[in-house]
């Protein structure tokens, strides 16, 4: 069955940085994009980033843009984010999900995230 | 960027009733719209995509309906179980944006 496993959040002050892994397994991880989408606590859902099946496509909400990195490596089965220059309205649960292979940017399968906190 | 709005916010009813969640969207994204389930403290569930196509496994009460800028979510017999947040989300072009969400509480 498809598993999708977030982690690497923490605690980082602001400013810092921090680098977010997810672990796939249960399909063939180099046929599919992949896409990160964040909770702020309390709040609703938020795009981050997605990154083509080779890498070739890559797009970030303007919100990250120039600070966040995604990148991934086929051969491990992992995705990950890169996250710069963090600030208190980066906090949030960061989820990996997958893209479908039937319907543009829809995820259909979602891991459980993994938390991300900025403070002093 | 194109904007969700989601309506109303909270919405309160009974098992059995008949619920019905818009999304507007600020330009035509054509039918590229999805609907997603939130339970608390957990991850989000796909239930609709390309705006009335149901996703496998989802149960029928569930139906979408629309296109350009304006579309719903309907339960058709709420259950138990559907109490949750729900989200819209378009993915027309490059960029993907998400409703601000519909909390559907007991009455």
């Known amino acids: 069955q498809v598993q999708l496993v977030e982690s690497g959040g923490g605690l980082v002050k602001p400013g810092g940085s921090l680098r977010l892994s997810c672990a796939a397994s249960?399909?063939?991880?180099?046929?599919?994009?992949m896409i990160w989408i964040r909770q702020a606590p309390g709040k609703g859902l938020e795009w981050v980033s997605y990154?083509?099946?080779?890498?070739?496509?890559?797009k970030y909400a303007d919100s990250v843009k120039g600070r966040f990195t995604i990148s991934r490596d086929n051969a491990k089965n992992s995705l990950y984010l890169q996250m710069n220059s963090l600030g208190a309205e980066d906090t949030a649960l960061y989820y990996c999900?997958?893209?479908?292979?039937?319907?543009?940017?829809?995820?259909?399968?979602w891991g459980q995230g993994t938390l991300v906190t900025v403070s002093s | 960027d194109i904007q969700m709005t989601q309506s109303p916010s909270t919405l309160s009813a009974s098992v059995g009733d008949r619920v019905t969640i818009t999304c507007r969207a600020s330009?035509?994204?054509?039918?590229?719209l999805a609907w997603y389930q939130q339970k608390p403290g957990k991850a989000p569930k796909l239930l609709i995509y390309?705006?009335?196509r149901l996703e496998s496994g989802v149960p029928s009460r569930f139906s979408g309906t629309g296109s350009g800028t304006e579309f719903t979510l309907t339960i058709s017999s709420l259950q138990p179980d559907d109490f949750a947040t729900y989200y819209c989300?378009?993915?027309?072009?490059?960029?993907?944006?998400f409703g601000g969400g519909t909390k559907v509480e007991s009455k």
């Open positions: 999900a997958r893209v479908s292979g039937y319907s543009g940017y829809v995820a259909d399968y």
């Open positions: 249960g399909f063939t991880f180099s046929d599919y994009y």
């Open positions: 990154i083509s099946s080779s890498s070739t496509t890559i």
């Open positions: 330009q035509s994204i054509s039918t590229w």
């Open positions: 390309e705006a009335s």
């Open positions: 989300q378009q993915y027309n072009g490059y960029f993907v944006s």
